[in-house]
T-cell receptor, first 117, second 111 residues
Framework: AQKITQTQPGMFVQEKEAVTLDCTYD???????LFWYKQPSSGEMIFLIY??????QNATEGRYSLNFQKARKSANLVISASQLGDSAMYFC??????????????FGTGTQLKVEL | GAGVSQSPRYKVTKRGQDVALRCDPI?????LYWYRQALGQGPEFLTY????????KSGLPNDRFSAERPEGSISTLTIQRTEQRDSAMYRC?????????FGPGTRLTVL
């Protein structure tokens, strides 16, 4: 079973509108972290936002917010007031903390977002 | 400050040759990770280090792949007897213990 599922291979949004990128995850570990990264066409990986499994509130970073629904195992990224520069590939990732330690990230397949005028 | 750097940025090699990919993490970061990213896919974990100790190498595809971090800073990922299927972007990330900061990657092409 996929640990991270991103069901939207591509999304379009009008400039200044909000957009939600979906991410669901699968883990039996009670302690885990969820990340979103942006990968523009230049290829770099840019950290956007982090949500810990025990965090009571949804994470926010500027125009980015994470809609964390623990019971549904979803961690959707919401981008408000989209800008042309938001056009990029977006990856959801999970970090599990098994007993032996380790913080490797498991990534989804990504969502390509295109912001249009 | 300086971020994670990787060299070379691009590497073209012939099948059967060995390659060494270098990662220079952010100073002071304890953990260092190697990932491989195929075109159109998310990065896949290869291996990681805490200081100089290789903690997990479960993602290395086979014994042609190895990695080291002898002094707990710079790391080298070595691929022996390269094959065309090894062609990918190889990314390094370093972490002080939480968020991972990624380097620009090395694009490896095996002809």
């Amino acid at each position: 079973a996929q640990k991270i599922t991103q069901t939207q291979p591509g999304m379009f949004v009008q400039e200044k509108e909000a957009v939600t990128l979906d991410c669901t995850y699968d883990t039996s570990d009670p302690s885990y972290g969820l990340f979103w990264y942006k990968q523009p066409s230049s290829g770099e990986m840019i950290f956007l936002i982090y949500q810990g499994s025990y965090d009571q509130q949804n994470a926010t970073e500027g125009r980015y917010s994470l809609n964390f629904q623990k019971a549904r195992k979803s961690a959707n990224l919401v981008i408000s007031a989209s800008q042309l520069g938001d056009s990029a590939m977006y990856f959801c990732a999970m970090r599990e903390t098994p007993g032996g330690g380790g913080n490797k990230l498991t990534f989804g397949t990504g969502t390509q977002l295109k912001v249009e005028l | 400050g300086a971020g994670v750097s990787q060299s070379p940025r691009y590497k073209v090699t012939k099948r059967g040759q060995d390659v060494a990919l270098r990662c220079d993490p952010i100073s002071g970061h304890v953990s260092l990770y190697w990932y491989r990213q195929a075109l159109g896919q998310g990065p896949e974990f290869l291996t990681y280090f805490n200081y100089e100790a290789q903690q997990d190498k479960s993602g290395l595809p086979n014994d042609r792949f190895s990695a080291e971090r002898p002094e707990g800073s710079i790391s080298t990922l070595t691929i022996q007897r390269t094959e065309q299927r090894d062609s990918a972007m190889y990314r390094c990330a370093s972490s002080p213990g939480g968020e991972q900061f990624f380097g620009p990657g090395t694009r490896l092409t095996v002809l």
